[in-house]
Nanobody
């Protein structure tokens, strides 16, 4: 069982930036592909970005150029860097490990 704890969400103005972090429990983190998803009110959960255990990344088209994903295996942490945030980015952002484990989410609100 892997526990995932997200942090870094909050209220940010349009055009602002945030760094989300997700810390995983255990000692198998480096073997997991990791992902960030988001779910806006009334919408389905959607993939934002993924990073494989070897460091290969995927960024969804709707955030490409504005988001980056990275990981620090020494700290069991995966990051999502978001820039030039838009109100449409408002959602709960979830961390996922190995297509099996999910965090509780961190709320991001983009509003002036």
């Amino acid at each position: 069982q892997v526990q995932l704890v997200e942090s870094g969400g909050g209220l940010v103005q349009p055009g602002g930036s945030l760094r989300l972090s997700c810390v995983a429990s255990g000692n198998q983190f480096r073997y997991y592909d990791m992902g960030w998803y988001r779910q806006a009110p009334g919408k389905e959960r959607e993939l934002v970005a993924r990073i494989s255990s070897s460091g290969t990344t995927y960024i969804a088209d709707f955030v490409k150029g504005r988001c980056g994903i990275s990981r620090d295996n020494t700290k069991n942490t995966v990051f999502l860097d978001m820039n030039t945030l838009e109100p449409e980015d408002t959602a709960v952002y979830y961390c996922e490990a190995g297509n099996m484990y999910w965090g509780q989410g961190t709320q991001v609100i983009v509003s002036s």
